[in-house]
């Protein structure tokens, strides 16, 4: 769960209006009101839980972990044993090159300050 329609400050404001706050609402929640609200989702989830459940991959937010597996952990329940983590691969500029970049600006700001001071 990453939110339960309130505020994580000490004020705990709504984040939703009021028929949209709690785990049993009568209408769909949107994608935005989801990220502001996951307790539906996590009651018709544990609603599916011995069907659709199983068949969710372990990089979503929810998921089911075998009891086998949480036995070979030894019965260590923390999410980052389980979850798996999708990394995405960066690639970053050189820093030469960037520096280089950075040199080529400063000469033309140079360039162009000169021609400010002349006009002055």
Do not use: C
Request: charged share 40%; proline share 3%.
């Amino acid at each position: 769960m990453e939110a339960d329609g309130f505020s994580l400050d000490d004020q705990r404001k709504p984040l939703l209006d009021k028929d949209k706050l709690g785990a049993n609402i009568l209408q769909k929640l949107t994608n935005d009101e989801h990220f502001k609200n996951n307790l539906p989702d996590i009651v018709s989830r544990w609603n599916e839980r011995e069907s659709k459940e199983h068949k969710r991959s372990k990089k979503e937010q929810s998921f089911t972990v075998k009891k086998e597996e949480i036995l070979a952990n030894n019965y260590d329940l923390s999410l980052n044993r389980y979850k798996e983590v999708n990394y995405k691969h960066v690639e970053h500029v050189p820093p030469q090159q960037l520096i280089s970049e950075i040199k080529l600006l400063e000469d033309e700001i140079k360039k162009e300050l000169k021609k400010l001071e002349e006009m002055l």
